[in-house]
């Protein structure tokens, strides 16, 4: 069992960066994958960016590459996600997941944090 607490979210202007943090304990979680989700109001939740056990594969969804950077340190048990040239439309619960399986149809995530908030003001 893993579990996953995200930290450092809060509220910034637009154009400010933030960096978020999501410390896995119950056991090591460097062989699997990891990944942001996010999720506005209204919103369905979305993939932000993923990040492989071993760091070197990164994927982002357009609307935030080249903003986003995700990394993880696997001696620390932690993943990381920092958040440059903030938007407004950025605003969201952000969640952590880990250890993916591809179900035929969509990926599917073990393990969730319980979210943190970001919200950028114009």
């Known amino acids: 069992q893993v579990q996953l607490v995200e930290s450092g979210g809060g509220l910034v202007q637009a154009g400010g960066s933030l960096g978020l943090s999501c410390r896995a304990s119950g056991r090591a979680f460097g062989g699997v994958y990891a990944a942001w989700f996010r999720q506005a109001p209204g919103k369905e939740r979305e993939f932000v960016a993923g990040?492989?056990?071993?760091?070197?594969?990164?994927r982002y969804a357009d609307s935030v590459k080249g903003r986003f950077t995700i990394s993880r340190d696997n001696a620390e048990n932690t993943l990381y996600l920092t958040l440059d040239s903030l938007k407004p439309e950025d605003t969201a619960v952000y969640y952590c997941a880990a250890d993916r399986t591809f179900t035929g149809t969509e990926w599917q995530y073990k393990y969730w944090g319980q979210g943190t908030q970001v919200t950028v003001s114009s």
């Open positions: 990040v492989s056990w071993s760091g070197s594969d990164t």
